[in-house]
C-alpha cells in the first residue's frame, strides 16, 4: 500500500492497523481513530489492500464506501478489487462486499460447529478456569485446584450459610484486602486481562456469580450463554435447559449439600441490616393469613426481649392483613425445643421415623399424585389427537371439502389449545418429579441429623439444614389469654410441628415421629 501511494502521487501517509480484530466489528480501535480523523479533515485518501480488509459486513462497507465518505470528500481505493471511487462505477463493489460478508458468516458457522462437539464431548468451553481452580499442566481441558483461591471460595461459602449476604460477604474480603478474582488470575499468569484500579474491592454480583456456579461441586456446565449473532457479539444467557451439565469432571471445592444449601438460602434474600449479628430466622417467617414474608424489626434501642417479626402487609396497607407479630426469643425457645425433639427421636429411633416418614409423605402426595398423572396422560393424549386433527383438516382443505376461512379459523384454535396443552404437560412432568423425589429425601434429613450429636444454640445453618419455613397464626385471645400457634415446615416434607407460645403442642397426624 505505502508502494501503491508513492507510485501515485499520495503523500505523508499514515497507517490504521487493527490487528485480532473481525471484519464485521466497525468498532475496531484504529478503525475508529481513521474516521475520526476522517471527520476532522485530516485524511483526504483511505487505500486497503481489498474490500474485505476495510470491514466484512457488506450494509455496513457500502454505507461507509457510497455515503459517509464521500461526505466528507475522502476518496476510496482497494488495490486488489479494482475500486477507485474517484475513477470508475464500482459495478461489482456490492457482490463483492455480499461475499466478504458470506465468508465471515461461513467461517462462524465453522467455528461454533467445533464448540459445540467440544461442549457435547464433556470438555470445558471457558478459555479461563473459575477463580479457585487453575488448569492442569499435562492436560489443559482438565482444572485442579488452586489452594489459595479455593479457601476464599469456601470462605464465602460458609459465610453464606451463617446468613451474610453477598453484599456484607463483599465488604469482608475487601476489608481483609483479598484479591479479586481478575487481578488474583493476572498475578498467578492464568490470564491477562484488564482489572479496576483498586484490585481488593470486591462487588456483590462477583459473590453472586461465585455462589450460583455448579463447578465448585466438581460440575462443567457449557452453553450456559450465546452470541447473538457473528455480527452482533454481544453476549445473551441460555435458559437453564439448554444448559448440558457434565458431572464429576474434576475435583470439588464445595459439597453438594453445601451448594444446594446455600441456593436454598439465595431463595430468602436477605436485607441488608445494620447490626453485625445475623438473625436466623431473617427470610425465613411467613404470615399464615396474607402469605407473605414477615419484617424482622430490631435495632439499637431494642432489647432483645423486644426483637421481633411483623407482618409485612399490614406494615403497608393496614386493610390488607392483621396486625399481628411474634418476639424471635420466644420463637427460638419453640424452634429450638423442636428440633431437639426431632434429632433426639431419630436419633433412638431411626427405622421408626423412616417408616413413618415415608408414609406421611405418601399419604399427602398419593391423591395429588395419582390425579397430576391421571392429567397428564389425558393432556397427552389430547396433543397427539389434535396432530392427527391437522392432518385431516389440512387434506380436507387441499380437497374442497372445507373453506380456507373455515380451515383457518379451526386451526387457529387447535393450535392454541395444543399450546396450551404442552404448557400443561410440562408443568404436570415437573410436578410429579418433584413430588416423587420428595419420597426419597428422608435419607438426607437423616444424615443431616447425624451431624449434630445436640444443638445449643440456633443458627442460620442449622436453621436452614433443618426447616424449609415458618408460619405464624394471628394470636387467639378468646380464652382471655393471648396464644399463637406456629407452624414449623421442615425441609424434605418429612413433618410438619404446630406449636403455641404458651404450650407446646405436637400434631401428631401431620408429623412422622
Known amino acids: 500500500m505505502k508502494k501503491y501511494a508513492d507510485d501515485n502521487g499520495l503523500g505523508n501517509t499514515q497507517f490504521y492497523v487493527d490487528d485480532g480484530f473481525s471484519g464485521t466489528n466497525f468498532n475496531r480501535p484504529d478503525f475508529t481513530r481513521m474516521m475520526e480523523d476522517v471527520k476532522s479533515g485530516k485524511i483526504g485518501t483511505i487505500i486497503t489492500k481489498d474490500l474485505s480488509r476495510f470491514g466484512r459486513d457488506y450494509l455496513m462497507t457500502g454505507q461507509y464506501i457510497e455515503m459517509i465518505l464521500?461526505?466528507?470528500?475522502?476518496?476510496?481505493?482497494?488495490?486488489?478489487?479494482?475500486?477507485?471511487?474517484?475513477?470508475?462505477?464500482?459495478?461489482?463493489?456490492?457482490f463483492k462486499n455480499v461475499f466478504n460478508d458470506w465468508y465471515a458468516r461461513d467461517c462462524s458457522k465453522k467455528i461454533k460447529a467445533v464448540f459445540k462437539a467440544k461442549g457435547q464431548s464433556g470438555k470445558p468451553l471457558t478459555t479461563i478456569p473459575p477463580y479457585g481452580y487453575k488448569k492442569s499442566e499435562a492436560d489443559k481441558n482438565v482444572w485442579e485446584i488452586d489452594e489459595e483461591a479455593a479457601e476464599v471460595v469456601r470462605r464465602i461459602f460458609q459465610l453464606c450459610i451463617d446468613g451474610y449476604g453477598p453484599q456484607q460477604i463483599a465488604k469482608k474480603l475487601t476489608a481483609d484486602k483479598i484479591l479479586i478474582p481478575t487481578a488474583y488470575s493476572n498475578m498467578k499468569g492464568y490470564a491477562n486481562v484488564k482489572v479496576p484500579k483498586?484490585?481488593?474491592?470486591w462487588c456483590d454480583s462477583t459473590v453472586v456469580r461465585i455462589l450460583e456456579r455448579m463447578e465448585y461441586v466438581g460440575?462443567?456446565?457449557?452453553f450456559k450463554t450465546r452470541k447473538k449473532s457473528y455480527k452482533n457479539k454481544k453476549q445473551v444467557k441460555n435458559p437453564?435447559?439448554?444448559?448440558q451439565i457434565f458431572e464429576n469432571t474434576h475435583p470439588a471445592i464445595i459439597s453438594q449439600h453445601d451448594f444446594d444449601l446455600v441456593q436454598e438460602l439465595r431463595k430468602n434474600k436477605r436485607r441488608i441490616q445494620k447490626c453485625e449479628e445475623v438473625n436466623p430466622f431473617s427470610g425465613m417467617v411467613y404470615c399464615a393469613d396474607c402469605g407473605k414474608k414477615m419484617y424482622l424489626c430490631r435495632s439499637?434501642?431494642?432489647?432483645?426481649?423486644?426483637?421481633?417479626?411483623?407482618?409485612?402487609?399490614?406494615?403497608?396497607?393496614?386493610?390488607?392483613?392483621?396486625?399481628?407479630?411474634?418476639?424471635?426469643?420466644?420463637?427460638?425457645?419453640?424452634?429450638?425445643?423442636e428440633l431437639r425433639k426431632i434429632?433426639?427421636?431419630?436419633?433412638?429411633?431411626?427405622?421408626?421415623?423412616?417408616?413413618?416418614?415415608?408414609?406421611?409423605?405418601?399419604?399427602?402426595?398419593?391423591?395429588?399424585?395419582?390425579a397430576a398423572k391421571k392429567r397428564l396422560a389425558q393432556s397427552e393424549k389430547r396433543v397427539l389427537e389434535l396432530d392427527k386433527l391437522f392432518t385431516r383438516l389440512y387434506e380436507d382443505n387441499v380437497s374442497g371439502k372445507i373453506?380456507?376461512?373455515?380451515?383457518e379459523m379451526m386451526s387457529k384454535n387447535y393450535e392454541t389449545e395444543?399450546?396450551?396443552?404442552?404448557?400443561?404437560?410440562?408443568?404436570?412432568t415437573e410436578f410429579i418429579q418433584a413430588s416423587e423425589q420428595k419420597n426419597a429425601d428422608t435419607a438426607q434429613f437423616i444424615g443431616i441429623v447425624r451431624k449434630y450429636s445436640e444443638i445449643p444454640k440456633l443458627t442460620p445453618e442449622i436453621m436452614h439444614e433443618f426447616i424449609e419455613k415458618i408460619v405464624v397464626y394471628a394470636p387467639d385471645k378468646s380464652s382471655g389469654h393471648r396464644t399463637q400457634q406456629i407452624d414449623i415446615c421442615f425441609r424434605f416434607n418429612v413433618m410438619t410441628a404446630t406449636v403455641t407460645a404458651d404450650s407446646v403442642v405436637y400434631d401428631k397426624k401431620r408429623k412422622a415421629a
Open 70 to 94: 464521500p461526505d466528507y470528500d475522502v476518496r476510496y481505493i482497494a488495490i486488489n478489487d479494482n475500486v477507485d471511487t474517484l475513477r470508475s462505477e464500482n459495478e461489482m463493489m456490492v
Open 198 to 201: 483498586d484490585t481488593t474491592f
Open 219 to 222: 460440575h462443567t456446565v457449557n
Open 240 to 243: 437453564k435447559s439448554e444448559w
Open 300 to 337: 439499637t434501642s431494642l432489647t432483645a426481649e423486644q426483637e421481633h417479626l411483623k407482618c409485612s402487609t399490614y406494615a403497608k396497607r393496614k386493610d390488607e392483613c392483621s396486625a399481628h407479630f411474634i418476639r424471635t426469643i420466644v420463637l427460638e425457645e419453640l424452634v429450638l425445643s
Open 343 to 370: 434429632t433426639t427421636y431419630v436419633r433412638e429411633h431411626e427405622e421408626e421415623f423412616v417408616e413413618l416418614a415415608m408414609q406421611n409423605s405418601a399419604q399427602k402426595q398419593t391423591a395429588e399424585l395419582k
Open 403 to 407: 373453506s380456507d376461512e373455515r380451515f
Open 418 to 428: 395444543q399450546k396450551e396443552l404442552r404448557q400443561v404437560v410440562s408443568e404436570l
